[in-house]
């Protein structure tokens, strides 16, 4: 079956960096595009990243181009964002997705991120 298993998630300070990995199996990863999203307290699901299935290709939403990088080893079966210069509204639940949103079908069960001081 499907899995996506997220790690990585944990406390930064405003303007730290974070690393978050998404381990997939159960499918064959590299035929599939990846993205990443998030959920903060309160708020909608926002979409914060995506990557074609050779990596050719990246996506981002304008409040973390810049600062966020996704990216995929196929070989090891994972995709990773690399979160640099954080600000306190990145605290939320980062989801790995198989997929290029708008058009997913399974979800990992999130790894909390909190920026704060």
């Known amino acids: 079956q499907v899995q996506l298993v997220e790690s990585g998630g944990g406390l930064a300070q405003p303007g730290g960096s974070l690393r978050l990995s998404c381990a997939a199996s159960?499918?064959?990863?590299?035929?599939?595009?990846m993205s990443w999203a998030r959920q903060a307290p309160g708020k909608g699901l926002e979409w914060v990243s995506g990557?074609?299935?050779?990596?050719?290709?990246?996506y981002y939403p304008d409040s973390v181009k810049g600062r966020f990088t996704i990216s995929r080893d196929n070989a090891k079966n994972t995709v990773y964002l690399q979160m640099n210069s954080l600000k306190p509204e990145d605290t939320a639940l980062y989801y790995c997705?198989?997929?290029?949103?708008?058009?997913?079908?399974?979800w990992g069960q999130g790894t909390q991120v909190t920026v704060s001081s």
């Open positions: 997705a198989r997929g290029v949103i708008p058009v997913v079908d399974y």
């Open positions: 990557i074609y299935s050779d990596g050719s290709d990246t």
């Open positions: 159960g499918f064959t990863f590299s035929s599939y595009g």
